[in-house]
C-alpha cells in the first residue's frame, strides 16, 4: 500500500505530464506573476512594505484560487483522463476553495498553538510530545477528510463521512508517503538555501525567490494531488464493494417474524 502512494503517485505524474504541464502552464504563469509582486512589494521599501500588508490578504487569497486550479486539473487529468480545460474558476473551484478554506481554519488553531509553545519544547519533553499531539491530530483529520476535496473536483458526491469511513484502511500508508515527501522537499529547500547562501549572490537569490522556489510549490501541489488521486482510487473500490456486501445483507436478512 505505502508503495502504491509513493511511487505510483510519481507514476501517474509521469504517465500524463504533457497533460498535466498543459493544465497547470497558465495558473503557474498566474503564480509566478503573484510572487514577483510579493517580492517586490517585500523589498521595494517602506512605502512599498505597507502597500504589500494592505494587500496580503487579497493575494494570499489569490494563491490559494491557484492551487485550488492547479489540484482540481491534475486530479480530473489523472482521475477522469480528461483533457485539460482552460483557466477558469466556475462553482467546482469555488466548492473546492470553501473546502480548503475549512481545511485551512482547522489548523489556525493548532498553528498558533504551536508557535505559542514552541519555544518552552526546548526546556521540557512533555512540551516537545504536547507539540507532537497538535501537529498529528489536525493532520490525522486533514488526511482522514482529504476525499472530500477529491469528490468536489471531479464531480462526485463524497461526504465528509464517507471519506471519514473511505480512509480507515489506508491511512498510515498515506501518512508515511506524506511524511516522506515533506522530509524530501524540506531538505531540498534546506540544501538549496544553503547553497545560494554560501554563493551569495543577488542575481540566485533573485532567481530562487521568483522562479525555482515558485516552481517548486507547484510541483509540490501537483504530487500532493497525484497522491490524493491514489488515495481515491485505492479507497473507493473497496468502499464501493463494501457498501455492496452491507446492502446484500439487508436485502436478504430474515424479517421479523410475525406476533
Not at 509513493?6 to 507514476?11: E, V
Not at 510530545?129 to 469528490?151: D, Y
Not at 473497496?238 to 410475525?258: C, I, L, M, N, Y
Amino acid at each position: 500500500m505505502f508503495l502504491r502512494f509513493f511511487l505510483g503517485s510519481l507514476y501517474l505524474m509521469g504517465q500524463h505530464r504533457y497533460a498535466i504541464l498543459k493544465g497547470v502552464a497558465f495558473p503557474s504563469f498566474i503564480y509566478l506573476a503573484l510572487q514577483a509582486v510579493i517580492y517586490g512589494l517585500s523589498n521595494g521599501g517602506p512605502s512599498l512594505n505597507d502597500i504589500g500588508l494592505l494587500l496580503h490578504i487579497p493575494i494570499s487569497l489569490a494563491e490559494i484560487a491557484i492551487v485550488v486550479i492547479i489540484a482540481i486539473s491534475t486530479m480530473r487529468t489523472v482521475l477522469l483522463d480528461e483533457r485539460p480545460e482552460v483557466f477558469r474558476f466556475s462553482k467546482r473551484e469555488l466548492r473546492f476553495f470553501l473546502y480548503y478554506m475549512g481545511f485551512l481554519i482547522v489548523w489556525l488553531i493548532p498553528s498558533m498553538l504551536i508557535g505559542a509553545t514552541s519555544t518552552l519544547a526546548l526546556h521540557s519533553i512533555w512540551m516537545a510530545f504536547v507539540l507532537l499531539v497538535f501537529f498529528l491530530v489536525p493532520l490525522f483529520f486533514t488526511l482522514r477528510l482529504s476525499l472530500v476535496l477529491v469528490g468536489v473536483a471531479i464531480d462526485r458526491k463524497i461526504s465528509l463521512r464517507d471519506s471519514f469511513s473511505m480512509t480507515h484502511r489506508p491511512q498510515w500508508a498515506l501518512f508515511i508517503s506524506l511524511a516522506i515527501f515533506s522530509a524530501l522537499f524540506s531538505v531540498f529547500y534546506f540544501l538549496w538555501g544553503g547553497v545560494a547562501g554560501l554563493i551569495n549572490s543577488e542575481s540566485l537569490n533573485l532567481i530562487s525567490a521568483l522562479l525555482f522556489f515558485p516552481l517548486f510549490d507547484i510541483f509540490a501541489y501537483v504530487l500532493i494531488s497525484a497522491i490524493l488521486a491514489v488515495l481515491y482510487s485505492e479507497s473507493y473500490q473497496a468502499f464501493s464493494t463494501k457498501r455492496v456486501h452491507q446492502k446484500h445483507r439487508r436485502d436478504h436478512s430474515p424479517g421479523e417474524a410475525p406476533s
